[in-house]
């Protein structure tokens, strides 16, 4: 939700979110009206704002300071509490439950139209008579291929992100090489109290740049978006160790990323 | 090269060198105690001021850059290995740095230097024994 706009046009309300939830601006533009009445907030769905400050997703309750569900998700067979893939730049969370068993389901009916519309080319072309057993014969092994492929892929492109190189591709004429970038990479999660208090402050804006002119920039404008992309640093002091959160700032947009703790 | 700190805070920096979008204005902490002397190991210039690369009370194991305008220098002479990178990226981005060869010829170096690369921590011991070396002569 980005505004609250009265019956006579007049901007009641003006929101703006950080990648994760958090609000980059929450303005109040008409005095007459309640402070914070307004309980719907990022991805349009109801903030608790009382207590915990969590969004209800449907599925369960997702938490913008960490950036993580509270709840694993309930369609993974695994423990999976991350948000939006880790990519909260490109996809958004809805419905709480993952990611991939949308694309999954996508790309089964995809498979299974192309199934379908391949046995009708195929009884068009030699005169057969139309088999509903075969059709949805056709149909189910596309369906199958289609996921397989997306689930294939996807498992690929995690393992490629985790070992967090650039991957080199050799040129067919087997002359140089061609750099491929890597894809976004996912917050950290943090593991501890400080960790979780570092990571807060950071994603509210409370770290100050250290480095520009990053060799990651190319990634980065390819993975978010163009503009001034630089590293920034918050450090948590006070505990028995400092806690050092280190993410990118697009310094146009204002879009931070890939925190991580160093 | 050695620098004093008389300041913490963004509070005297002049108003070119504040960016809220950088996290740098009047309110900004730095982490360095005033009256401790800093070795410097490299100068660059952002926002219309020179920053050193001190390490600070963080304790990390690499220089983080301070604001000049929050010490005194105390000794200015540079290492004669030192030299000036200046590096263009655009009208409106030039980006000059004065440090040790590795770091002056390559501006990738203190990005590999943060995120733990072997050989830039390694340049990066052995440049920092040098630089301690001469100072406690």
């Known amino acids: 939700m980005a505004n609250i706009v009265k019956s006579t046009g007049t901007l009641e309300y003006s929101y703006s979110y950080q990648p994760y939830g958090t609000f980059r601006s929450n303005v109040k533009n008409d005095t007459a009206i ?28 997702y938490d913008p300071g960490t950036g993580a569900f509270v709840q694993s998700d309930p369609v993974s067979a695994h423990p999976f509490y991350e948000f939006a893939a880790g990519n909260p730049a490109m996809y958004s969370d809805p419905s709480g439950m993952c990611i991939l068993l949308c694309v999954l389901v996508l790309a089964a009916v995809i498979g299974a139209t192309i199934g379908v519309a ?27 291929i289609g996921a397989t492929c ?30 491929v970038l890597k894809g976004p990479i996912a917050d950290a999660v943090p593991r501890n109290l400080p960790e979780q208090l570092a990571m807060n402050a950071a994603r509210e804006g409370q770290g100050t740049i250290i480095m520009r002119y990053l060799v990651d920039a190319p990634r980065l404008v390819a993975n978010y978006g163009e503009g001034n992309w630089v590293k920034m640093q918050y450090v948590l002091r006070g505990w028995n160790d400092i806690v050092t959160v280190h993410y990118f700032r697009n310094l146009v947009t204002k879009m931070d990323v890939e925190f991580k703790f160093v | 090269m050695i620098a004093c700190c008389t300041a913490t805070t963004g509070e005297v920096l002049p108003a070119m060198s504040r960016d809220s ?19 410097v190991y490299a100068i660059t210039i952002y926002l219309g001021v020179a920053w050193y690369y001190v390490l600070d009370d963080d ?19 540079l290492p004669p290995s030192w030299r000036i990178g200046y590096f263009h990226f655009g009208k409106e981005d030039q980006f000059p740095i004065v440090s040790f060869p590795e770091w002056a010829e390559d501006h990738t170096f203190y990005e590999r230097l943060v995120d733990g690369d072997a050989l830039a921590v390694s340049v990066f011991e052995e440049r920092k024994r040098e630089i301690e070396a001469a100072r406690s002569l």
């Open chain 1, 34 to 61: 309640a402070t914070d009445f307004n309980p719907m907030s990022f991805d349009s769905e109801f903030r608790d704002k009382a207590t915990t400050g969590f969004i209800n997703l449907r599925a369960r309750m």
């Open chain 1, 118 to 144: 391949g046995y009708a080319a195929y009884v068009g072309t030699t005169g057969a008579g139309w088999n509903w057993w075969l059709a949805i014969g056709w149909a189910t092994l596309g369906g199958f």
């Open chain 1, 150 to 179: 997306v689930l294939a892929s996807t498992q690929c492109y995690i393992a490629v992100s985790r070992v967090g190189t650039t991957v080199g591709l050799r040129g067919l004429g087997g002359g140089g090489a061609a750099s």
């Open chain 2, 21 to 39: 979008s950088a996290g740098i204005d009047g309110s900004t902490e730095f982490p360095v105690t005033i009256s401790r002397q800093y070795a």
């Open chain 2, 59 to 77: 304790g990390h194991d690499w220089p983080t850059w301070v604001p000049a305008p929050l010490f005194e220098v105390v000794d200015g002479s």
